[in-house]
């Protein structure tokens, strides 16, 4: 046999470790490569500017806010708009959202990577979201729904949700009128009690306060019966291509599930320090929204979560025109395990 042939696969092999050795070093203007594994280390002087204002405090709450090894600036702002306007003035590193922001962030324009992924064990039984139905509206059914006027907001996990509640009664926005109004603090409920729609969906303790406030006038609310559980950290695509940017991410990412465990497992800390002591709830109100909660699942697989998301970007993608996407080019797979290996054997 002739050397050259003797040659080839070794040179092969040669060719092939030099390549997977180029992808895992930063290129030479230092930028990390997509497909390259995670820094290990994060180094000295690294910063993260996070909006994550809950973490912040459950962080505090559990003793671990000053064990990172980088310095974090914390940004009191949530939400995707927010989120994706900070990221546009590159005044934020990490955002905390629902399931919407990185679709239409993705759509607008915005290069982002979801990095973290959380989500309800029993979703079914602990919606995000109800259908708050206007005093003296007769809404029993999804099948109600028609010719509502019901509040909608682009962008948002409300905003998705109800296109999907449209698409499970079998209707389409050409039978009810969708009113846009932003879904921030009391506007829903608002909106509601002063019948400017028939329908929107209302969130975390807006659902008790609803029915207690207006329930005398004839106020309800309705269960959609479709998963609205999902939570995510996402990042601008470019701040991942920083090394020390990318090994801090990664580091929070892991202080992130372990407070999101810690949070479920110490609920009486969580309900005075947070509910009632940084939002000035009530301790009812705290103890409704832990059990409304339920147990938060940290997947270390995100195949179901991005075939879920699949679905919800096709329904988007036909109802507002814009084009499809493939929902795992929305995340960032060398973060799959990092929440889930971070809370093996339980939270500190």
């Known amino acids: 046999m002739p050397a050259s042939r003797l040659l080839r696969p070794a040179l092969a092999a ?4 030099l390549m997977t050795a180029c992808a895992q070093e930063p290129d030479e203007r230092g930028n990390l490569a997509a497909d390259a594994p995670l820094p290990a280390s994060v180094p000295q002087g690294t910063k993260l500017i996070v909006g994550d204002p809950p973490t912040k405090v459950a962080l505090q709450l559990s003793g671990q806010i000053d064990d990172f090894s980088f310095d974090i600036e914390w940004a009191n702002l949530s939400g ?14 990490v955002g905390a959202v629902a399931e ?27 919606p995000t979201y109800e259908l708050g139905i206007a005093p003296g509206i007769s809404v029993k059914t999804l099948a109600d729904l028609r010719g509502k006027k019901i509040a909608y907001s682009p962008g948002q996990a ?14 389409t926005k050409d039978d009810v009128t969708l009113v846009e109004l932003p879904s921030t603090g009391d506007v829903y409920p608002n909106a509601l009690a002063s019948k400017q729609v028939d329908v929107a969906p209302i969130g975390g303790v807006n659902i008790k306060r609803y029915t207690t406030k207006f329930g005398k006038d004839g106020a309800t609310t ?22 020390a940017k990318a090994a801090a991410i990664r580091e929070y990412v892991a202080a992130w599930a372990r407070a999101t465990r810690w949070v479920y497992e110490h609920p009486k800390e969580w309900i005075d320090g947070y509910y009632v002591k940084d939002q000035g709830l009530t301790a009812a109100d705290g103890q409704y929204l832990v059990e409304l ?31 499809k996407l493939d929902a795992k080019d929305l995340y960032d797979l060398r973060f799959q395990t990092v929440g889930a290996d971070a809370v093996k054997g339980g939270a500190r």
């Open 158 to 171: 409300q905003g998705a949700l109800v296109l999907k509640v449209l698409k499970q009664a079998g209707l």
């Open 222 to 243: 309705l269960r959609h019966g479709l998963r609205d559980d999902p939570g995510h950290l996402y990042v601008r695509t470019a701040t991942l291509q920083d090394p």
């Open 293 to 323: 909660a339920g147990e938060p699942d940290l997947p270390a697989d995100w195949s179901d979560a991005i075939a879920r998301n699949q679905e919800t970007i096709d329904i988007l993608a036909a109802e507002t025109g814009n084009p």
């Open 14 to 17: 040669l060719l092939l470790t």
């Open 80 to 93: 995707g708009p927010q989120t994706s306007e900070a990221f546009r003035a590159d005044a934020l590193d």
């Open 100 to 126: 919407i922001p990185a679709i239409h962030a993705t759509w607008t324009g915005l290069p982002v990577k979801i990095v973290a992924s959380k989500f309800r064990k029993d979703p079914l039984d602990h």
